[in-house]
């Protein structure tokens, strides 16, 4: 937080709960809660392909292709990509005035299992790319239209895909009015371990589903630097060195030749060095026991792709002690246009920052910082794990049952996220006890998921007419 934020949250006048819960009440009459039900594409609304190109027109132009490859396998791969566009639409839907720092692309895949610094495996959101303060709705209709969405693909009826999305939501609003009544260091400390996710409903999975539950634990448990170093790495020369499997992984001799080459892996030494002044002391000083080994460019994500990521393998006491970190570009948040501009003077600070309020616990080499390319033009990056323990839902292994239990923890798990920063109480009483909101958002996401269709369509039209080039990869 900045001096600037930290004067302006003091000089604040305090409310007491009763008044923060009036406080939401009284935001019912600026947005009745059924009005979150509606949603009709405007008539002034962008062509979905110009806002994914000019999304594109920043990017490694090389890797563009992949990215259009991947969003038009299927309306649930577009909507991973089409973060820009259901931002530009949420702005002119309903919204109640309370704010909370948000996810900004809040879908079921985003949500995962993670380790905390204590080595415990916790659930949480993982993704904060377009992370920025905003209306809470936002997240939460997000959510609601990929449980949709994941749901048609799997040819779930209209009936199932109503209970997924109101089991959804109904967790958010319950757990946010549990959050209300505690207290703020409470709130805090408030998470999810792997322990509380098989007593908070897997247990009521059949046999099978349970089995895919603990085998999914167990193999969390393995997805760290170690299984990276095994998977991506081999022995050039009795050196260990990233393995080429280009586009998606390409070491920098690959990318560029002599001098290039040099002043690229240059500057990548020099953003590795100078983000740990983001770090923590103890961080800083756990860091300054690895030496740099090896580096690669990282082809990530969906709506990610062409966006310049690095994997950077470090060394400790041994050649068997790796750590793998992964240095991201971070552009202007996709909701910055409708939300407001970042406090922050980097996008990489925001990231961090944002992940930092909302994540029960983050990874322990999160930093920031803005790096110049061999282009000459400065960019932002944030710092992480390339791997720490990290475990991902497979929606369409699902059955009914398990994505409605899952919706459950995602819910509940958005609620705590923006209980950290946004007011808890008066977002509680804007819900209420009963299932206005809920039924509402069964509405919109329907309707949501029909427009993420018609524009895949439209992606796939300029793929056919020649307009895009897309790729797989």
Same mark, same amino acid.
């Given at each position: 937080? *900045?001096?600037?934020?930290?004067?302006?949250?003091?000089?604040?006048?305090?409310?007491?709960?009763?008044?923060? /819960?009036? %406080?939401?009440?009284?935001?019912?009459?600026?947005?009745?809660?059924?009005?979150?039900?509606?949603?009709?594409?405007?008539?002034?609304?962008?062509?979905?392909?110009?806002?994914?190109?000019?999304?594109?027109?920043?990017?490694?132009?090389?890797?563009?292709?992949?990215? =259009?490859?991947?969003?038009?396998?299927?309306?649930?791969?577009? =909507?991973?990509?089409?973060?820009?566009?259901?931002?530009?639409?949420?702005?002119?839907?309903?919204?109640?005035?309370?704010?909370?720092?948000?996810?900004?692309?809040?879908?079921?895949?985003?949500?995962?299992?993670?380790?905390?610094?204590?080595?415990?495996?916790?659930?949480?959101?993982?993704?904060?790319?377009?992370?920025?303060?905003?209306?809470?709705?936002?997240?939460?209709?997000?959510?609601?239209?990929?449980?949709?969405?994941?749901?048609?693909?799997?040819?779930?009826?209209?009936?199932?895909?109503?209970?997924?999305?109101?089991?959804?939501?109904?967790?958010?609003?319950?757990?946010?009015?549990?959050?209300?009544?505690?207290?703020?260091?409470?709130?805090?400390?408030?998470?999810?371990?792997?322990?509380?996710?098989?007593?908070?409903?897997?247990?009521?999975?059949?046999?099978?589903?349970?089995?895919?539950?603990?085998?999914?634990?167990?193999?969390?448990?393995?997805?760290?630097?170690? #299984?990276?170093?095994?998977?991506?790495?081999?022995?050039?020369?009795?050196?260990?060195?990233?393995?080429? *499997?280009?586009?998606?992984?390409?070491?920098?001799?690959?990318?560029?030749?002599?001098? #290039?080459?040099?002043?690229?892996?240059?500057?990548?030494?020099?953003?590795?060095?100078?983000?740990?002044?983001?770090?923590?002391?103890?961080?800083?000083?756990?860091?300054?026991?690895?030496?740099?080994?090896?580096?690669?460019?990282?082809?990530?994500?969906?709506?990610?792709?062409?966006? %310049?990521?690095?994997?950077?393998?470090?060394?400790?006491?041994? @050649?068997?002690?790796?750590?793998?970190?992964?240095?991201?570009?971070?552009?202007?948040?996709?909701?910055?246009?409708?939300?407001?501009?970042?406090?922050?003077?980097?996008?990489?600070?925001?990231?961090?920052?944002?992940?930092?309020?909302?994540?029960?616990?983050?990874?322990?080499?999160?930093?920031?910082?803005?790096?110049?390319?061999?282009?000459?033009?400065?960019?932002?990056?944030?710092?992480?794990?390339? %791997?720490?323990?990290?475990?991902?839902?497979?929606?369409?292994?699902?059955?009914?049952?398990?994505?409605?239990?899952?919706?459950?923890?995602?819910?509940?798990?958005?609620?705590?996220?923006?209980?950290?920063? @946004?007011?808890?109480?008066?977002?509680?009483?804007?819900?209420?006890?009963?299932?206005?909101?809920? %039924?509402?958002?069964?509405?919109?996401?329907?309707? =949501?998921?029909?427009?993420?269709?018609?524009?895949?369509? /439209?992606?796939?039209?300029?793929?056919?007419?020649?307009?895009?080039?897309?790729?797989?990869?």
């Amino acid at each position: 937080m *900045t001096r600037k934020t930290a004067k302006a949250v003091a000089s604040q006048p305090w409310l007491t709960p009763a008044e923060r /819960a009036e %406080r939401g009440r009284a935001a019912r009459a600026r947005a009745p809660r059924s009005s979150h039900g509606d949603f009709e594409p405007a008539a002034s609304r962008p062509d979905p392909v110009d806002v994914i190109e000019r999304q594109s027109a920043t990017r490694l132009q090389e890797l563009v292709p992949i990215r =259009y490859g991947r969003m038009t396998e299927s309306p649930f791969r577009f =909507y991973r990509g089409a973060a820009a566009i259901m931002a530009g639409d949420l702005a002119g839907t309903p919204a109640s005035g309370l704010r909370a720092q948000l996810c900004g692309d809040a879908h079921l895949l985003n949500f995962r299992l993670l380790a905390s610094p204590e080595r415990n495996l916790l659930f949480d959101i993982n993704d904060f790319d377009e992370t920025l303060p905003g209306p809470w709705e936002w997240d939460v209709k997000r959510l609601a239209t990929s449980m949709v969405i994941a749901a048609r693909e799997n040819g779930y009826s209209a009936r199932e895909r109503a209970v997924i999305v109101t089991t959804t939501v109904r967790s958010y609003r319950e757990r946010m009015r549990e959050l209300a009544q505690m207290k703020n260091l409470d709130v805090w400390y408030a998470r999810a371990d792997a322990a509380q996710l098989e007593a908070a409903g897997y247990g009521g999975l059949h046999k099978r589903g349970r089995k895919r539950v603990r085998g999914t634990l167990a193999k969390a448990r393995t997805r760290d630097s170690l #299984q990276a170093f095994e998977k991506l790495t081999e022995m050039v020369d009795g050196e260990r060195r990233i393995t080429s *499997t280009p586009p998606l992984v390409t070491p920098l001799g690959e990318l560029l030749a002599g001098q #290039q080459r040099s002043v690229l892996e240059e500057q990548i030494r020099g953003l590795i060095q100078s983000y740990r002044r983001s770090l923590p002391t103890d961080r800083r000083h756990l860091l300054g026991q690895f030496t740099l080994a090896d580096m690669a460019r990282k082809v990530v994500g969906v709506g990610s792709v062409g966006t %310049r990521c690095w994997i950077i393998l470090l060394l400790g006491r041994d @050649g068997g002690d790796p750590l793998f970190l992964q240095a991201k570009e971070a552009d202007e948040s996709v909701l910055a246009a409708h939300a407001g501009a970042s406090e922050y003077a980097t996008q990489g600070e925001r990231v961090v920052a944002g992940q930092r309020l909302m994540q029960a616990a983050s990874d322990i080499f999160l930093g920031w910082e803005r790096a110049q390319g061999i282009d000459g033009r400065e960019r932002d990056f944030y710092v992480r794990q390339l %791997r720490d323990w990290k475990g991902i839902a497979e929606p369409a292994l699902m059955v009914p049952q398990g994505m409605a239990l899952f919706g459950r923890v995602c819910g509940a798990t958005l609620a705590r996220a923006h209980a950290r920063s @946004g007011d808890r109480i008066a977002i509680a009483a804007y819900l209420g006890r009963g299932d206005v909101f809920d %039924r509402a958002l069964v509405r919109f996401a329907e309707s =949501y998921a029909d427009c993420n269709e018609h524009d895949h369509l /439209a992606l796939l039209d300029a793929v056919r007419s020649g307009r895009v080039t897309a790729e797989a990869a």
